[in-house]
DNA sequence: GCCTACTATGGGAACGTTCCCATTTGATAT
DNA sequence: ATATCAAATGGGAACGTTCCCATAGTAGGC
């Protein structure tokens, strides 16, 4: 109805509280102490009387600290994505940071689009999940002194603080626990490892561990939009059984949804043929035996991405990138007990 | 390493050109018609060679427009608000508008802080899925004349759009087909009803639509953080028969988890005791016959709301609320099919 | 030829901050 | 006393835009 009531500026306030503009500037910018007692309170109250608040625009244009921290996700409908930005508002309310954060739906134009506006907003901090192997932007923005985090990947050429689940451990613990469970055969399945650093690390892990563990291990790395590939793979590795007991890995909550709905359609039990993902998520105690998981301390991650970028901006002179490895937890699900499918009884007893 | 080289001004692009910083402006302002061809050249000759892009801040400092729409999420990660939040996106990078996104996480103070921060960066429009009946800010907010639209609840005292699901339709939809099925007994799970408007108004309908169709109803709203008083209720419930049918409907995805949860801890079988759940969700076609849904179609509420942002930002004198009601579409699965397990009426089965 | 009208351009004052540089105190050291 | 210094405050020039209001030219109407 009415036309917006310009909010009150600090000039504003000034003149009500009858003090200079510095003064009430110097109020808002964490120089308080310069202030007397008496100023500090007229000025809270006149304040507090006008409702002012100070334009983060203004402030943004002389180049003062604009407290904003920017994140750019891949894919907003990642759980995974979705509880580590849960980790990282929490850390920035905490420091009185304010978030923005940008979808960038796994394309790189959009993330060069939104990577121009967090700048132009003048972010102090940028953490990013990002797709692919490597961004010209980013490293531009690196290069010039933005502190940046990198979540769960390493990008070619960027040399950046990285926060990540400590790859290396995480396929340890998996194929430990296979193995302990009876599996000697294990299907590793992942995303284009093309796409993001972290899943390279995996693969690599995997390969090399499986022969230490007289393990058969195979990879299928595939786009999860093409279905019938992973049926296919899948009937291949299940149906050649050669005696062994087999499992199937999967390198993310995005797999392993895919791979349990594969698994479901040709009606193969849980347990008996093992299931095993990394990232943890909702349903996986709820479908049939359970699936098992190692879950990312997800909160902890972005919690650490935040500080990362807090220690970064403290230094006056960049210091060499961090690299922040978590360990994941092993959530054991009937997914992989062996012995509850009674028909294989074999070396161990209860 | 290096100090963060200043980007081109508008005054930097304009004398590069040899033209006047107003018709750069104006050629970045949508006013480009009222210069000449060549000095359009010029000036996007000029703007590539230096690499100029428009401060934001700049921009918005003066009033101009800010081309940003936010969003208040109530709770990032409702897969559900997910959804809509990219549509939104979706339809916001049509129309080549930016999105800010924040998450509210169900605090009132947060929402407030957040607000403060949205606009003071001159979001033209916003996009609100709150917490709560009630918001004092938001309603001065709106009467400031701030285009403004409520995702799937409406809000006391505010006369603002509102696009969501038609929630009278979901819950006839949902009675129909459990009325089908044969069910004679639902029992309608709900968060709080008190803190949304839209979960008032199913129920609301849930308590005149039973007795329309015989059905016994009985409404359950609890806290989910409060699990025991969920297995207690429901064991209330199911634990006496009177040889009717029994069907739960759960009132959105967070709710259907958390009954789904319960029912398997207490090892009831899907199907014989139905269960049916408003909002799709991953795993809805996993667990072991399925459940039944009534999926939002969340894409096209999201478009909508920005559409409806647009359509409300281009009318001079703000035009009568509207609003938008979308027909959910139902997907049948094992969890509501009784003929299944028609066979054997004994509940307490290994 | 002169007034008006319109088109294409430019100058300069905002917008609300921050921050550099005064200026005014009162205290302390010489 | 005077010089020095620190603490407390204020004045005013940026920051990069937009936009109001000139200023030229150019055309048409009388």
Known sequence: ?????RPATILEVARDAGVSKTSVSRFYSGERDR??????QRIAEAAERLGYQPNPMARGLKGGPSGLVGMLVADIRNPFSVAVMHGVEQACRAQGLSLMVCNTDNDPVLERQHLALLTSYRIEGLIVNAAGRHSEPLAELASDGLPLVLLDRSLEGIAADE???????????????LTEQGYRRVLFVTELP?????????????????????????????????????????????????GHPAAILCGNGQVTLAVTRALQARRIPLGDTGLMGIDELDWC???????????QPTDAIGQAAV???RDR?????????????????????GSTRREQSASTTDETSP
């Open 1 to 5: 109805m009415s036309a917006t009531p």
């Open 35 to 40: 202030l007397s007692q008496h100023m500090q």
């Open 163 to 177: 926060v990540g689940l400590d790859n290396n451990l995480a396929i340890d613990m998996a194929l430990d626990h």
């Open 194 to 242: 093309t796409r993001a650093s972290s899943r390279q690390t995996r693969v690599a892990r995997f390969e090399s561990e499986c022969p230490e563990r007289q393990l058969a291990g195979k990879v299928l790395s595939l786009d999860l939009d093409d279905t019938t590939c992973l049926d296919h793979e899948l009937s291949a590795f299940l149906d050649t059984p050669d």
């Open 285 to 295: 105690q709820l479908v049939t035996p359970g699936v098992t998981t190692l879950a």
């Open 307 to 309: 500080e990362q970028l």
């Open 313 to 333: 901006q403290a230094q006056p002179i960049a210091p060499a990138p961090r690299h922040l490895r978590f360990t994941p937890q092993l959530i054991p699900r």
